[in-house]
């Protein structure tokens, strides 16, 4: 087991390395989902490199090491060109290809880089220099002549990011001068970003609420497959993807890495004339790479994209940054207009990228550009649909939290909705005089209490730990039992820069937005609200579903349970009943997440019935229905179901048996005896019934069993038990009595239909008017 | 002639309105929008069912793309039914009794006989919304309309379910309202201040967000229960000031019918057996084997009124008849009206119903005649 090792004193990367290897050496143990993609990779492979350029840990030049990474590397991007310059992650490599990447070049060349050296700065040359400099050879062996792409400058290791920010925020100086542009709801919108999380459903509410069109960026080989991809994109996060959204927007293959979006000449001077509003949400979010790896994407593209708004008439830019340009370590307030962190003191790759992009939009304001800057928090599940984004902090948080039911000690959660952040930014996006400033998207935080509070009103009771405390323990439960959904997280968490970045994210103030919300104000929009226990349902369903979250399920300890016994006489099924049976059943549920979603319980214990087996068959599998299908009744009629049993039964002989039991609500009123009555039919299994009778809770044991022996999870603490069962019986007292009163209501109501309604009163009325008139008449007359 | 005309802005495509009345008398509105140059089409088509109180208009309106030009673009050919309880037409504001069994019965079975009779061998299909699906699924169930194409039944269809609180105020209050007053209108305007329905417009405005009574009564209150009809923010601007246009005065009649279904939680018949309504189901659930043909079961994720009553009847059907077509599509965010007259409706609900159709414009052979 490893100590979290937040601050290496070797530097960044020390502590991630030193683990990756244990993870590549130790292979078996504790390290599935790596051992598993290593064991893919054990296929034999293509011949090792020419032993001449090199070999275990000898001689490398620079050129031949970095051509020999690039020849590796060229294996996982599938034919795309690889040199010595190329981005890897650029060139479209996935965190699971960086592993494999690591793990063949330890294999294959003898080079021992970590995963963070990969994520740093994916370029084969760069990785080259690494692996040099830690071995101790000259790393300039043959001075790389070819000038770097994008004239960077001379690079250093750690003042390398500061110099090539510097560099590049200095582009914003060459960006045209442009005066205010026309303030009008837009009709022609660029969205980039759109086969992303937030864009995706930014997407649908531009066209929503306004009437505008969309040219939608989407980097492809062909329109086609431009179309392909947004259409799969937009329907993984539950959109619905039609002809009429078709109808609505523009496909434009391009690529917002390029310079000019990689438009031909006639394309871009188009789009520039035709566009009246830019809305950039596209962005790499990656907490591991860094910013070399970033930029192209997150700086160099908003920057492309101010000079298309600068170019022709004038454009609003709005650009969807982030709360992550806060992300130092003790900064004190989080305002809109607040002065955000400093470079120099912020570590992840990604929180300089989306600093740089905003400090460079910023110049370009100097310059005239209209640009707004919106900036969410973390980004999570929509609260009807539950999409969500996979690889999102916040819903790893909110896995792990579930999973292991341990919280950190955290501040504030700065999390807001998809569709409230999606809303709101839209909504600036078409209200012109709201263009230009600076808006916070972070909803209203979550505190600790209030997490803590909702996880336990869905039963599931969580404990709170230190940062470090809860960081050991998590990354030491993924060594012990890897979770291939979790790895992207356990990956982010090794990395001691972005560590530092998910400790400045718990640990920092709430952001303030005073003038995001005078805005909802002042346009009726919804408030921000808080990501509670009932929004985050969804949310947690679908995760559920992809196996990112465990919800308590029947084979957790029990949240609670009480007995039942039962009596009566059962008997063939055209015949009396003659013979006398007793259930003696546990009833529990999991957790109110099962109730109030389900309303099942779940049922154990035995069924003794000499008729069905000489000895007590055992409940195998058995679960109650309360008010099934909201007690429609089965067949025309004013019986309502109440409850429905249904066991699965084995003999001591092994053979199965089912029984299905019906509690019916009827308009009579032995209520009490309505509700203890268990109408039941059993046989084997796959047959039909052979068996049926009539079972009852016996009066007397009621109060004793189901109230007085209710039993609540003893970890829960004593305040947490008392509520557990008072919410059961509140909530099973409230369904037993609309199930009960419901046949009752339906008979007063046929009574109640007997009343005359308003037209045969006034037909009275009339009549009576028009007799005494007569009446008058024949008085005067 | 009493039908008010259609508010509808045509482009491309050409209105025939159609005299209709159904055999027990009662007028009806009946139109067929054809795309211009399609003589001798093959469109298949539509045919729209609007809710109670609500008319035709519903779905022709101008100020946002709405379903019957979603329609026509996409290959169908509409045809707009209002039904008895239609707000273009005078019943709701008379003083003569109809139930829901009247529209089962003569309305919806006399009017696709008539399109049937006229588009031939070409496949029909039926959107319907609220009481218009309730409507619709007894007659279904009567077998009334053997060898539609398709259903599209929105926000409730055959286990109507409404909150507690709802429950509370729609059978006791409407009890008092219906011996009192015939009808509920909600046009504030033309009721004006000083009228005996202003202490029902004066709950409704209890804790409400938008200044509008008409828009409180509906929206706020729908019609004094405390449900709400729509989600405010979907609705486009224009939209919203047309609401006492798009929706007419209650009849207070109808109310024990839709307590009797509600309390039930399934669609049943209002009048006692015996000849004339013999025809029609006692409980249309009982008998929903009768369905011939596949159903897509549409409700808003926060409808208001009907809740979750089509997920429930989702559930109901397939666990109670697992050899019928049925599907059931949520739509995120909305309410219970705004999947019809939404601005956004388009995107998000008439493009899965359009697919839903296209699914089967060709497919599965035509039962029945």
Same mark, same amino acid.
């Given at each position: 087991?490893?100590?979290?090792? #937040? ?16 993870? !590549? ?73 960086? !592993?494999?990447? #690591? ?15 990969? =994520? ?38 750690? @003042? ?20 205010? $542009? ?14 992303? =999380?937030?864009?995706?459903? +930014? ?63 006639? /394309? ?104 707004? =800057? ?5 980004? !999570? ?16 948080? +909110? ?122 104000? /002042?346009?009726?929009?919804? $408030? ?63 957790? +109110? ?86 109408? !039941? ?31 609540? @999870? ?68 | ?173 409407? *009890? ?22 202003? %202490? ?44 006492? *246009?798009?929706?007419?005065?209650? %009849? ?19 009048? %006692? ?20 043909? %596949? ?75």
């Amino acid at each position: 087991m490893r100590e979290p090792d #937040v601050k290496g004193p070797d530097g960044p990367g020390s502590s991630g390395r030193r683990h990756e290897e244990e993870l !590549v050496e130790s292979g078996g143990r504790g390290a599935a989902a790596v051992a598993a993609l290593l064991a893919r990779f054990d296929k034999p492979g293509p011949a090792t490199p020419p032993a001449a350029t090199g070999g275990a840990g000898g001689a490398w030049s620079l050129d031949g090491l970095a051509s020999a990474i690039a020849s590796k590397a060229a294996r996982f991007l599938h034919g795309a060109p690889v040199d010595a310059e190329t981005d890897l992650f650029e060139a479209g490599a996935t965190s699971v290809d960086a !592993v494999e990447l #690591v793990a063949a070049l330890d294999r294959e060349l003898d080079v021992r880089l970590s995963l963070d050296d990969v =994520f740093a700065d994916a370029r084969p040359r760069r990785l080259a220099q690494r692996w040099l400099r830690t071995t101790g050879q000259p790393a300039l062996a043959t001075a790389p002549t070819a000038a770097p792409v994008d004239e960077e400058p001379p690079q250093s290791d750690d @003042n390398d990011d500061l110099a090539l920010i510097t560099a590049d925020l200095a582009r914003a100086d060459r960006l045209p001068w442009c005066g205010d $542009p026309d303030p009008a709801p837009p009709r022609r919108i660029l969205l980039t970003g759109a086969t992303g =999380f937030l864009g995706s459903h +930014m997407l649908f509410d531009l066209l929503r609420h306004s009437r505008a069109h969309l040219v939608c960026l989407v980097r492809a080989d062909s329109a086609q497959a431009a179309e392909q991809r947004l259409a799969e994109a937009l329907t993984s996060f539950a959109l619905p993807w039609s002809a009429e959204v078709k109808r609505r927007i523009t496909v434009l293959v391009g690529d917002i890495r390029q310079p000019r979006l990689g438009l031909s000449d006639d /394309r871009w001077a188009a789009l520039a004339q035709e566009l009246d509003s830019i809305v950039n949400v596209a962005a790499a979010v990656d907490f591991l790479r860094g910013y070399h790896s970033l930029r192209r994407t997150n700086v160099l593209g908003a920057l492309t994209l101010a000079e298309l708004a600068m170019t022709g008439p004038a454009k609003p830019l709005h650009h969807i940054s982030s709360v992550a340009v806060f992300n130092e370590l003790g900064v004190t307030s989080m305002g809109e207009d607040d002065p955000v962190a400093h470079v120099d003191r912020l570590a992840a790759g990604y929180d300089k990228a989306k600093w740089a992009a905003e400090a460079a939009l910023r110049r370009a304001r100097e310059r005239g550009l209209t640009v707004t =800057f919106l900036r969410p928090g973390g980004i !999570v599940g929509h609260t009807r649909t539950g999409a969500y984004n996979g690889h999102d902090i916040s819903s790893g948080y +909110m896995s792990v939290i579930s999973r292991y039911r341990t919280a950190p000690a955290m501040r504030y959660l700065n999390v807001a909705p998809v569709d409230w952040v999606s809303r709101i930014a839209t909504a600036v996006v078409c209200e012109p005089s709201a263009w230009g400033q600076n808006y916070h998207l972070t909803g209203r935080a979550n505190t600790l209490p209030e997490l803590v509070r909702d996880m336990a009103l869905g039963g599931m009771n969580v404990q709170v730990l230190g940062w470090d405390d809860w960081l050991a323990d998590f990354l030491s439960r993924m060594e012990r039992d890897p979770v291939p959904e979790l790895e992207f997280l356990a990956r982010v968490l090794r990395n001691p820069a972005a560590q530092k970045l998910c400790e400045a994210t718990l640990l920092g103030p709430a952001a303030t937005s005073e003038r995001t919300d005078a805005f909802i104000a /002042r346009h009726k929009l919804p $408030p921000a609200t808080r990501y509670d226990a009932k929004a985050q349902l969804k949310n947690y369903e679908r995760m559920a579903r992809d196996g990112l979250v465990v919800l308590p399920r029947r084979e957790d300890p029990p949240h609670l349970w009480f007995p039942e016994t039962m009596r009566g006489k059962l008997g063939p099924v055209d015949g009396s009943p003659d013979t006398r049976c007793a259930f003696a059943l546990t009833l529990s549920i999991a957790s +109110m997440y099962q109730l109030t979603e389900h309303r099942t319980i779940h049922v154990s214990g035995t069924v003794t019935c000499p008729r069905l087996h000489k000895d007590p068959l055992t409940v195998e599998d058995g679960e109650i229905w309360v008010r099934p299908d909201e007690g429609i009744p089965l067949r025309h009629g004013t019986d309502h179901p109440l409850l429905r049993y249904r066991l699965a039964l084995r003999d001591s002989d092994g053979q199965a048996w089912w029984l299905e039991g019906w509690k019916t609500a009827r308009a009579r009123t032995d209520y009490w005896k309505q509700a203890r009555t268990l109408t !039941v039919e059993a046989g084997r299994e796959g047959e039909p019934a052979s068996l049926s009778g009539v079972m009852k809770v016996p009066g007397k044991s009621y109060r004793r069993e189901q109230i007085d022996g209710i039993r609540v @999870n003893p970890a829960l603490s004593l305040q947490e038990q008392r509520t557990a069962k008072l919410t059961w019986l509140l909530w099973f007292t409230q369904q037993m009595v609309q199930g009960l009163a419901e046949p009752t209501l339906r008979a007063g109501a046929d009574l109640l239909d007997l009343r005359r309604d308003a037209i045969d009163r006034d037909k009275d009325r009339f009549q009576a008017k028009l007799k005494k008139l007569d009446k008058d008449r024949e008085r005067l007359t | 002639m009493t039908l008010r005309p259609l508010h509808i802005q045509l482009d491309g495509a050409t209105l025939e309105q159609i005299p209709f009345e159904a055999s027990d008398g009662a007028e009806l509105g009946l139109c067929r929008i054809a795309a211009d140059g399609a003589a001798g089409t093959d469109r298949p088509a539509v045919l729209l069912l609007h809710g109670l109180t609500a008319s035709s208009d519903i779905f022709t309106l101008p100020e946002t793309r709405n379903l019957v030009d979603v329609l026509l673009d996409a290959g169908y050919e509409p045809w707009l039914l209002d039904w008895r309880g239609s707000c273009r037409l005078p019943h709701n504001e008379r003083r003569e009794r109809y139930s829901f069994d009247d529209v089962a019965l003569f309305d919806i079975p006399e009017a696709v006989a008539y399109i049937r009779g006229r588009i031939g061998e070409r496949r029909l299909f039926v959107v319907a919304h609220c009481l218009g699906a309730i409507s619709l699924s007894m007659s279904m169930t009567a077998g009334l309309v053997p060898g539609l194409a398709g259903v599209v039944a929105q926000g409730v269809f055959m286990t109507p379910k409404v909150s507690g609180r709802t429950r509370l105020r729609l059978h006791l209050g409407g *009890e008092l309202l219906r011996t009192r007053w015939a009808h509920l209108p909600v046009d504030f305007k033309k009721v004006g201040l000083r009228s005996r329905y202003t %202490p029902v417009f004066a709950l409704a405005s209890l804790s409400a967000d938008c200044d509008d009574p008409t828009c409180q009564i509906l929206q706020n209150s729908a019609w004094g229960t405390g449900a709400s009809l729509f989600a405010h923010e979907n609705l486009d601007k224009i939209t919203h000031d047309r609401l006492a *246009e798009l929706f007419g005065t209650l %009849p207070t009649w109808v109310l024990p019918h839709l307590r009797r279904m509600e309390l039930a939680h399934s669609v049943v018949r209002w009048n %006692p057996g015996g000849h004339r309504y013999g025809r029609l189901p006692e409980n249309a659930l009982d008998h929903a084997d009768r369905i011939d043909c %596949p159903v897509m079961l549409v409700s808003g994720s926060d409808n208001k009124i009907w809740l979750d009553s089509n997920e429930l009847c989702y559930d109901v059907l397939t666990r109670r008849f697992p050899q019928l077509d049925v599907r059931y599509v949520e739509v995120p965010g909305y309410g219970h009206m705004d999947p019809i007259i939404g601005r956004g409706a388009a995107l998000d609900v008439f493009g899965p119903v359009v697919r839903f159709l296209d699914e089967h414009r060709r497919s599965g052979a035509v039962v029945g005649s």
